[in-house]
């Protein structure tokens, strides 16, 4: 089993581009870099080869309207005290997308391998937490 935390803004996978020369580029790369960066120590020695359960929590920041005004500026509103699910942007897919393309050719062999994925986009410090498993 692999586990780690990513600190900071979870990222999203951006969709390839054409460039005005008619060349296509992908402008997740220095995103994709910057994340494989920090998660390197993790790697193993060799990828995961079976089946894999990938589990990823994505914690965002909560909009500025959720919280009170003044003196109690840090204070959430009653409204917004129960709501722990992060429903705006970015899309979950695309999150997901993004740590699939990175762990795939140094953690596991093949993103196809994934067969049990749990997601999640809730409220709370900035951050990623990532669990694979291989499952045979």
């Known amino acids: 089993m ?4 990513i600190p900071g803004k979870p990222k999203a996978l951006k969709r390839h581009r054409v460039s ?3 060349g296509m580029y992908d ?11 920090q998660i390197a120590k993790y790697r193993p020695e060799l990828p995961l080869a079976g089946d894999i ?3 990823l929590m ?6 500025k309207h959720h919280y009170k005004t003044g003196k109690y500026k840090h204070l959430l509103k009653d409204s917004y005290k129960g709501v722990i699910y992060h429903s705006l942007r970015p899309d979950l897919d695309n999150l997901v997308k993004m740590i699939a393309d990175v ?3 140094h953690m596991i062999c093949d993103d196809s391998q994934i067969c049990v994925l749990q997601a999640e986009k809730n409220y709370g ?3 990623t937490e990532v669990t694979i ?3 045979s």
């Open 2 to 5: 692999i586990s780690f935390t």
């Open 53 to 55: 359960y990938l589990k």
């Open 103 to 105: 762990i795939q050719p």
């Open 20 to 22: 005005k020369n008619g």
């Open 133 to 135: 498993e291989e499952i």
């Open 58 to 63: 994505f914690y965002m920041p909560r909009p």
């Open 27 to 37: 402008p997740s790369s220095a995103d994709k870099k910057e994340i494989w960066l």
């Open 125 to 127: 410090t900035e951050r």
